[in-house]
């Protein structure tokens, strides 16, 4: 994210409260220098020549052996040129910085210009070949430790090791073992390294949604969901939680970065929520979990989301169809949590100052919503996702115009087009790190040998496996980005799933989620400490609310790989099955996620204490996870889930309507 970019988001917060904030959003995006003069003029110049060449690439055809390469010598030349070597070092270029910049854009010309001759040879490089390609990979290591951190480099040289002395590991991990010089040219000269799948996608799509993202920030079009969501929903009992859970999911589906999107919301909703009564924990909690939503929400979802139709080999336009029913799971979650609150909290509807009425709003600053929609229309007709949101950019340039406030002149333009190649540069950083990882299980078998291992483990069992991999994409997560945490774990870990009959799609969005949930959980867990540097509270605190309002929620993926009936989440038809049967699966997981929310909240119509908060646990385990109690105990049988599930609905209403009953006189009044 661009100096400017970060500028707005924490437009309008305290300056000690904007400085903590921008910490925790450079944590996750890179701390950028912030230049001026010719040197900022120059970055600015540079970045706009990278975007307009994707848009470009995105219009017309460049070949994948010079798109790949040239997205990567882009990157790293802003990378060196934006992001020092160390924070002391920060807000000028270095002698070093140009010096590893121009280094960088070599390693890429000898590729390029080497062409097929130097793909041929890349069993068999030769001496240039092994140390032009052995600067690049450390080149990309550190232009990934300048953007994310020190962790990816680290587990990226770990596995890098592991390919070179695989003979000498104690079985089953050991395997024959790589020289320098094949390992060397399998990540840097060949497709199926460091230029495979994650780069991939990285220079064909998630650019071009970041540019699409950064075009309606600066057109206003963020500002416009948000006052959308309070003016649709101002005036109402808990009028601010529920206009923040509508904000999350029109700014974050567009903008798929779970800490701007709490950040922008946070800067404007903090006052209004204390206010009408939230605690400050609450409030963050609540906002890092609206702002989580940005990455599992269509149409653009998180960057981990392209790389999902890339694996499958399917149409983006299908994840985003799969991603719908948990998306508006998750949202309910987030509502079920937020009813509650207003009870338990004694939260109150509070005026939301002055602001245009709805369809005023809507008739001034609607045509925003004109090119969101149009992505996905554009996919139904057939485009391409690179085309669609190709198409969906220009538009959104267009309607910019529509008034004087929100156009796009020259100077708003070139600021837009620069960040949205800026804002790029830490995920593609990854991505680039990621085909490290990817190049070396590829190479190694370790993918395969990991899901024996995984498998071994847990006796054969799903469930156990289904544990095992969660557990372990959660703690890959609290180390290495969403994006990184899902490729690690979909080379190493899904096979698993699939060996023991998870449909991939099922395997795949389920690692997705789980690496989603690393974003809330510590110590990576940026959004939920942005959140309270807003409100004040302490980041650990803030942290646990947030889990609490996205724990049902999380639970669900669970579903898709062990209910029978549970790829209907994903809209996809179970074995045998129909309609009705994707409807009975999406209603009895509504319901599950409720009596988990009443569990974990202690509270519905009054305080659920004892007995009766168990009771709704129980109610919840019997409707999301029957396939738990058919593993521990044997007798449940599959054949019985159904019932189990039947069972779950009718003790969730009995203990609702034994808790109204005892509700107290004045909420009975």
């Not at 309008?12 to 903590?20: A, F, H, S, T, Y």
């Not at 400050?280 to 999902?308: D, E, K, M, T, Y």
């Not at 999301?624 to 109690?629: A, E, G, K, V």
Request: charged share 10%; proline share 5%.
């Amino acid at each position: 994210m661009s100096g400017s970019e970060s500028g707005k988001i924490t437009e309008g917060l305290d300056e000690n409260v904007q400085r903590k904030v921008e910490e925790y959003i450079e944590q996750e995006e890179g701390a950028a220098n912030r230049l001026s003069g010719w040197t900022g003029y120059l970055i600015t110049g540079l970045a706009v020549v990278m975007t307009l060449f994707h848009l470009y690439a995105a219009y017309d055809i460049v070949p994948t052996q010079e798109l790949r390469p040239i997205h990567v010598g882009f990157v790293l030349l802003l990378t060196f040129l934006l992001f020092p070597i160390a924070s002391r070092f920060r807000d000028r270029i270095r002698w070093w910085d140009v010096l590893t910049a121009l280094i960088g854009i070599a390693t890429i010309w000898y590729l390029l210009d080497g062409g097929e001759d130097l793909t041929d040879r890349a069993t068999l490089p030769n001496q240039t070949d092994m140390m032009v390609g052995a600067v690049f990979i450390l080149l990309v290591l550190e232009a990934t430790r300048r953007t994310t951190g020190w962790i990816m480099p680290v587990v990226a040289g770990c596995f890098i090791l592991y390919a070179l002395f695989g003979p000498y590991l104690p079985s089953p991990w050991t395997h024959k073992g790589y020289d320098p010089d094949r390992l060397v040219g399998h990540l840097y000269m060949t497709l199926e390294g460091i230029f495979g799948t994650a780069v991939d996608v990285s220079s064909s799509l998630i650019i071009l949604f970041t540019i699409f993202g950064a075009i309606l920030q600066f057109s206003g079009a963020g500002k416009f969901f948000i006052d959308f969501s309070f003016s649709a929903l101002g005036g109402k009992t808990n009028s601010t939680g529920r206009a923040i859970v509508l904000s999350s999911f029109l700014l974050g589906g567009p903008s798929g970065s779970g800490v701007a999107t709490t950040v922008t919301i946070g800067s404007v909703a903090w006052p209004m929520m204390k206010r009408a009564g939230y605690l400050p924990a609450a409030a963050g909690g609540l906002l890092a979990a609206g702002g989580l939503g940005a990455i599992i929400s269509p149409p653009v979802l998180g960057a981990a989301a392209f790389l999902i139709a890339e694996f499958l080999k399917i149409s983006y336009l299908d994840v985003i169809r799969m991603a719908a029913i948990p998306t508006i799971l998750y949202y309910f979650s987030l509502l079920v949590m937020v009813e509650l609150d207003t009870g338990k909290y004694g939260i109150a509807g509070v005026p939301l100052g002055e602001r245009q009425s709805l369809w005023g709003l809507t008739k001034t600053y609607g045509y925003h919503f004109t090119s969101l929609i149009s992505i996905v229309v554009l996919m139904l007709l057939g485009f391409s996702p690179v085309l669609s949101v190709f198409w969906a950019t220009v538009l959104a340039v267009a309607v910019s115009y529509c008034r004087r406030d929100t156009a796009l002149v020259p100077r708003k333009l070139v600021d837009a087009l620069a960040a949205g190649s800026v804002g790029v540069l830490g995920t593609a950083a990854t991505c680039a790190a990621a085909g490290v990882i990817v190049g070396v299980v590829t190479l190694t078998g370790l993918g395969l040998k990991f899901s024996a291992i995984a498998i071994a483990y847990a006796g054969g069992s799903l469930v156990l496996t289904a544990v095992y991999t969660s557990l372990i994409v959660w703690i890959v997560g609290l180390a290495v980005p969403v994006t990184a945490s899902y490729i690690i774990c979909a080379v190493i870990a899904a096979p698993a799933l699939i060996q023991l009959g998870v449909p991939d799609y099922a395997a795949h969005m389920f690692i997705f989620y789980y690496a989603v949930l690393s974003e809330v959980s510590p110590p990576t867990a940026l959004s939920p400490f942005a959140a309270a540097a807003i409100t004040g509270a302490s980041p650990y605190t803030t942290t646990l609310q947030s889990w609490k309002y996205t724990l049902p929620a999380f639970l669900v993926p669970f579903v898709f790989v062990l209910d029978p009936l549970g790829t209907g989440l994903l809209l996809e038809m179970p074995k045998d099955g129909n309609w009705l049967q994707i409807l009975w699966i999406s209603i009895s997981t509504c319901i599950g996620i409720f009596a988990y929310g009443v569990a974990t909240q202690g509270y519905l119509f009054g305080f659920a204490k004892g007995v009766m908060r168990i009771g709704f646990g129980l109610a919840g385990t019997l409707l999301l996870f029957p396939s738990i109690l058919d593993a521990m105990f044997g007798f449940v049988g599959p054949q019985h889930i159904e019932q189990l599930k039947i069972a779950g609905i009718v003790l969730t209403f009995a203990l609702a309507g034994l808790q109204y009953m005892r509700r107290p006189a004045k909420a009975a009044a």
